[in-house]
């Protein structure tokens, strides 16, 4: 990695040091970090403010998330607002399974969906130390990003006016779909991929929890979920076909399939409220490798996608990020470029432990209803084992919370 630029540019070309294209978690927190430590960068985002303060999203972030956050002055909102949970369930052949994570591994998970994160994370970085992010452009392009002076483009969607930004860095946070990923060029990195063969019904009810914790039902017509998302919503999953059509699912049938499929001696009724979000989620996981190209680094979904099975997204997304914001500083700050060097294999060593987590407890979930004797079998041993020997429930408490990284971000 070279040294700092200190080459000019001309006056109608802009420049900044780091230029992300993205405002999700990732790229909300890696831009706060970079202003908070005087490294000057621009935030691009397709969507408008209001769109992206507002999409469901993820909901639940491990102890260590939350406490880096903190560090950086980003988890006020968090702190004083989000409920934590200590503990999950299973509902096997109508008998509930509590598993008390938080005695065993000593953390806790916070709730906080992630459009109220997102919401934090602009103020901060907007309002309160006035950054510049810029909402709504179109046409993004990435230049010369295996050079030392790479840079964007974009257009402007209200005077359609053509802006070019050069900087020394860009970071990719734009999700699955965003066009950092597509930059990467043919042959320079690879996408290993996961199918699980099955979807979800991704459903959010407008009905207080039923439970104060999340609950997995394990059952012979197919997985079902309940995770809370505030006092007033319930997200719930159903296991279903891959590909089905959400119109399949009128909500009487919803209701029906979730009260079967959670259903517990002795445990009161779900509560249910009218559904405002009902789509259907093929389950998959993917990583690119490496997670970097000349001078775009990619962070979160644009580089990884682990299935909604145990909510590791946006707590490994936020990871890339707090590891990113460190290395960039560094190398901003004194022209140390080992820990860029060395960001790709850092992130993917805690995206595999992750990956590789998603599957074992997808076959838990999913074998009893994969009509395979063989595969159902083994859930019902991983179940077994995972409530009757100490070393099984410590493993999973440490994989489901997310142990702390070894080298915790600052």
């Known amino acids: 990695m070279d040294s700092p630029p200190t080459t000019s540019f001309p006056p109608s070309e802009q420049h900044v040091p780091v230029v992300i294209v993205g405002a999700g978690p990732a790229g909300l927190t890696l831009a706060n970090i970079l202003r908070d430590a005087s490294v000057d960068c621009v935030v691009l985002e397709a969507e408008s403010r209001e769109f992206i303060e507002q999409r469901p999203r993820a909901g639940f972030l491990e102890e260590w998330a939350v406490r880096a956050l903190e560090r950086h002055g980003l988890a006020g909102g968090l702190l004083e607002q989000?409920?934590?949970?200590?503990?999950?369930?299973?509902?096997?052949?109508?008998?509930?399974?509590?598993?008390?994570?938080?005695?065993?591994?000593?953390?806790?998970?916070?709730?906080?969906?992630q459009p109220l994160l997102v919401t934090d994370l602009v103020r901060e970085y907007a309002d309160v130390r006035g950054g510049d992010i810029r909402f709504g452009v179109r046409e993004v392009e990435l230049h010369h990003i295996d050079t030392g002076r790479p840079s964007v483009s974009y257009t402007d969607p209200g005077s359609g006016t053509r802006h070019r930004i050069s900087c020394a860095f860009v970071a990719g946070c734009d999700g699955a779909r965003g066009v950092t990923r597509a930059a990467l060029p043919a042959g320079r990195s690879?996408?290993?991929?996961?199918?699980?063969?099955?979807?979800?019904?991704?459903?959010?009810?407008?009905?207080?929890?039923?439970?104060?914790?999340?609950?997995?039902?394990?059952?012979?017509?197919?997985?079902?979920?309940?995770?809370?998302?505030?006092?007033?919503?319930?997200?719930?999953?159903?296991?279903?076909?891959?590909?089905?059509?959400?119109?399949?699912?009128?909500?009487?049938?919803?209701?029906?399939e979730l009260h079967t499929r959670l259903a517990v001696t002795g445990s009161p009724p779900l509560t249910e409220g009218p559904l405002v979000e009902k789509?259907?989620?093929?389950?998959?996981?993917?990583?690119?490798?490496?997670?970097?190209?000349?001078?775009?680094?990619?962070?979160?979904?644009?580089?990884?996608?682990?299935?909604?099975?145990?909510?590791?997204?946006?707590?490994?997304?936020?990871?890339?990020?707090?590891?990113?914001?460190?290395?960039?500083?560094?190398?901003?700050?004194?022209?140390?470029?080992?820990?860029?060097?060395?960001?790709?294999?850092?992130?993917?060593?805690?995206?595999?432990?992750?990956?590789?987590?998603?599957?074992?407890?997808?076959?838990l979930l999913h074998g009893p209803s994969s009509g395979d004797p063989f595969r159902a079998g083994n859930a019902t041993a991983r179940l077994r084992r995972l409530f009757h020997s100490p070393a099984a429930a410590a493993a999973f408490a440490e994989s489901y919370i997310g142990a702390p990284p070894a080298r915790n971000p600052k």
Request: with cysteine; glycine share 8%; proline share 7%.
């Open 190 to 256: 690879h996408l290993a991929r996961l199918d699980y063969g099955v979807g979800w019904l991704a459903l959010l009810a407008q009905a207080p929890p039923s439970s104060d914790c999340v609950v997995f039902g394990i059952h012979p017509r197919g997985f079902a979920a309940h995770m809370a998302r505030g006092p007033q919503v319930t997200r719930y999953y159903l296991q279903c076909p891959p590909g089905d059509d959400p119109e399949n699912w009128p909500d009487e049938r919803v209701w029906s």
């Open 279 to 363: 789509r259907v989620l093929d389950m998959h996981n993917y990583v690119v490798q490496p997670m970097a190209y000349g001078r775009l680094f990619l962070t979160g979904d644009a580089a990884h996608l682990v299935a909604p099975i145990a909510a590791k997204g946006m707590n490994l997304a936020l990871h890339d990020a707090l590891l990113l914001a460190d290395a960039l500083i560094a190398y901003h700050r004194t022209g140390e470029s080992e820990a860029l060097r060395g960001y790709s294999a850092a992130c993917l060593r805690r995206v595999w432990e992750y990956q590789e987590f998603s599957e074992w407890f997808s076959e």
């Open 82 to 113: 989000a409920p934590t949970h200590s503990s999950c369930e299973f509902r096997i052949d109508g008998e509930l399974h509590r598993f008390p994570y938080t005695e065993i591994s000593g953390h806790h998970h916070f709730v906080y969906p």
